[in-house]
Nanobody, 116 residues
Framework: QVQLVESGGGSVQAGGSLRLSCAAS????????MGWYRQAQGKQRELVAI???????NYADSVKGRFSISRDNAKNTVYLQMNSLKPEDTAVYYC??????????WGQGTQVTVSS
């Protein structure tokens, strides 16, 4: 079983940057994909960015060109670099690990607040 712990959230003004980290208690080497999702108040959880075990990435249209996902298998950590933040990026951000056999694991979430 894998436990995920997010960090790096906080409050920032529009145009600023934050880097989120997701540290896994177990190996993520075999995870088929690692991703970041977010849920704004009153809205459904949505995919922000995903990276496969081959290194392929995919982003929500709303964050393309501003956010970047990366993974360090040696450190069992996934990162989300967020630049040019907008107030609409305000949400709780969740880390996800997907395994073919054991399914999905989620972190507890970290709050990101962007003020105008």
């Amino acid at each position: 079983q894998v436990q995920l712990v997010e960090s790096g959230g906080g409050s920032v003004q529009a145009g600023g940057s934050l880097r989120l980290s997701c540290a896994a208690s177990g190996s993520i080497f075999s995870a088929s994909a690692m991703g970041w999702y977010r849920q704004a108040q009153g809205k459904q959880r949505e995919l922000v960015a995903i990276i496969t075990n081959y290194g392929s990435t995919n982003y929500a249209d709303s964050v393309k060109g501003r956010f970047s996902i990366s993974r360090d298998n040696a450190k069992n950590t996934v990162y989300l670099q967020m630049n040019s933040l907008k107030p609409e990026d305000t949400a709780v951000y969740y880390c996800n690990a997907r395994f073919v056999r054991s399914g999905d694991y989620w972190g507890q979430g970290t709050q990101v607040t962007v003020s105008s």
